[in-house]
Structures are given as C-alpha cells and as structure tokens.
C-alpha cells in the first residue's frame, strides 16, 4: 500500500511541485490511509522531491510574470497549504517588487497614460487591488500621495 501511495505521489509530482497538503488531498481522493499518505509524503520529502519553499518561489515568479501581487502571492499560497514557514522569503521578494510590477501592469493595461481625472485614478487603483497589490503600492504605482499609513504598508 505505502507502495502504491509513493507511486500516486509521484504521478502527482510529475506534472507540477505540490505541497505537502496537496499531496495529502490528492492521496486521500485515491483513497488511502493518511498514515500510509503521511509515510509516502515524508518519503518524498526526504529525498527532496517534496519542498514547500520551492513551491513558494514558483507562486511568486508565476505571479510576477502575470502581473500579481504579494496579497495575491499569500492567497495562493495558503490556498495551496505551503507552510507558514517556507514563506516568507518568497513573500518578501515578491512584496519588493510589488510597486514595479503594479507599474508594468498598469501600463500594460492603461497605456503609457496613466489616468490623472479622479474616476480614471479610481479605476486604476481598483484594478490594481483587484490583481493582489497592496494598496500602498498601488498608492505609489499611480504616484497618489497621501499622509495616512494602512495597514498593509506596514
């Protein structure tokens, strides 16, 4: 059985990097024990083929390449059950690099104009959280310039 749970692992690695968690879900649909899935996963990881920090850099380059940023980058990642632990490094590049990517997708979107009337300010602001920035650097992206500290800048 721990056999075949290895192997169902495996299949599952084969198309893309998995968390544990999402090994475990993929395990348990196929219907085996969660010790037997536990046992095949720990296996996995042992030898390396299991990493949830390499998972954490590849949600954040994929979403660096569309355009996301790091409040995208969390929620997928917690929806894919990486480990609070591996995240952080991965989640502070990607915040660091969120007021350039805000720039390049608003620029893709808006053109080289950015809107300077206060609906198309608006709008940008808008899409910009809509596609997972942080409101400060939507805030900085589109050059708005306020006082007030959120919390999300912290």
């Known amino acids: 059985?721990?056999?075949?749970?290895?192997?169902?692992?495996?299949?599952?690695?084969?198309?893309?990097?998995?968390?544990?968690s999402e090994?475990?879900?993929i395990l348990a649909r196929r219907g085996f024990e969660r010790d037997v899935a536990d046992e095949a996963i720990a296996a996995l990881r042992a030898i390396g083929l299991v990493d949830e920090s390499a998972v954490a850099h590849e949600v954040a380059r994929d979403a660096a390449r569309r355009r996301r940023g790091?409040?995208?980058?969390?929620?997928?990642?917690?929806?894919?059950?990486?480990?609070?632990?591996?995240?952080?490094?991965?989640?502070?590049?990607?915040?660091?690099e969120d007021e350039r990517s805000a720039r390049d997708a608003l620029a893709r979107r808006f053109g080289p104009?950015?809107?300077?009337?206060?609906?198309?300010?608006?709008?940008?602001?808008?899409?910009?959280?809509?596609?997972?920035?942080?409101?400060g650097a939507a805030r900085r992206a589109?050059?708005?310039?306020?006082d007030v500290?959120?919390?999300?800048?912290?």
Do not use: N, Y
Not at 129 to 135: D, N
Not at 142 to 146: A, E, F, Q, T
């Open 149 to 154: 500290e959120s919390a999300d800048d912290a």
């Open 23 to 25: 090994l475990a879900a």
């Open 70 to 96: 790091s409040r995208f980058v969390r929620e997928v990642m917690a929806r894919r059950g990486v480990a609070p632990d591996a995240r952080g490094e991965a989640l502070a590049s990607s915040a660091a």
């Open 142 to 146: 589109l050059g708005i310039d306020l």
């Open 113 to 135: 104009e950015l809107p300077r009337d206060r609906r198309g300010v608006a709008r940008a602001f808008r899409f910009l959280v809509a596609r997972g920035f942080p409101a």
């Open 1 to 20: 059985m721990a056999r075949a749970a290895r192997a169902a692992a495996l299949r599952a690695l084969a198309r893309r990097a998995r968390t544990s």
